[in-house]
């Protein structure tokens, strides 16, 4: 078999067999393949696209590049959960206690994103001692008696998917919807659940700008777990505002606790309860709405909120945060409120120019190896949908540097006020 043939026959539209792909995965993981030919059949794809069975066999072979996790020693269905992303997106804080203290196993591994603010790694790294780097074995023990465990991916899991995501964002081939279905699958597929609860948002803020398009990629996603066996549900959510009120690491991990305290803004609860219902209606065999009944009822009795502190402590954490976030997270070196600069109706908050904001602060990062300050975000005082006054106070700031002017030029661009 020759690579040059195999893009050859994408390139002309042809549907590609599964051995077919195997051999270029694995060629291309071991170095054999070169990235010129492998950026020549991902530009293949992005134009000419691949059928579900293919996209399947393309996710399987990324899952098998490296190491598959074992979770056969934690008893129970396994469920997972992955979020597309989004501003302020803090739900695995959240619906991982919340599924756990209703007896789903929670193994989770998750990323360090890079983007906006950091991923859920770097918001649960912001809690002191805290750490997240653990072998399966390490893993498998804590959630044994714990009952969850979230954790870093390893460099070791689906290393052709992270050798494949640099090359496509070089090559401008990222936007094709089986190859972000067949990366996104592959590591969980390769993280051994044997349910997934998917969380496809679209929107300003968010990867996906039309629901359209995160529809198709939810039905790939979701026709990919049911070739290989994982029961997958997806939901879609719309982002063109922020999840909940606050962006960044520390100041997300503060609100998920109010919310595990009862406490959440409405439209973070609502979604929550959403994503944890399914979760436990995979793992338990109940309806979503029983699921969500059951969700509710753990956030309701304090339950998953103990869970959250009880993982926190079996990585080394320190629970007193749950008690008292403010004094136990730390505090940024600045801070400084943004006043509305004109009163009316506040119609929108745009998510991208928040994410922005908060990127601008020190929440994100760039590129791989830049650090995500834990300290630094945005905790909004308002939703949209209301009148404000002018000099009325629509957020704070938290940073680590002094508030720069392009941070408070995206609050103007995020604000949407007309005038009275
Ligand atoms: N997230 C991923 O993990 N992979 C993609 O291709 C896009 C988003």
Redesign the pocket.
Known sequence: MRAVDIIIKKRDGGVLSPAEISFFIEGYTRGDIPDEQAAALMMAIFFKGMDYKETAELTLAMARSGEQVDLSGIPGVKVDKHS??GIGDKTTLIVGPVAAACGIPVAKMS?RALGFTGGTIDKLESIPGLGTSFTVEQMVKMVNETGICVAGQTAELAPA?KKL?AL?DVTGT?DSIP??AA??MS?KIAAGADAIVLDVKYGSGA?MKTREQAQLLADTMCAIGTEVGRRTVAVLNTMEEPLGMNIGNAVEVEEAIETLKGRGSPDLVEHCLGLAGRMIALGLGVSYEEGERMAQERIDDGSALRKLGDMIEAQGGDRRVCSDPEKYLGKAAYSQVYYARNGGFLRKIDGYSMGMAAFTLGAGRAVKTDPSDPHAGVVMHTRSGVNVSEGDALCTLYSSRPVSAETLSWLDNAYEICGE
């Open positions: 597309t992303g990323g998917d995501y496509r990222i190859l972000i990366s996104i590591k990867f």
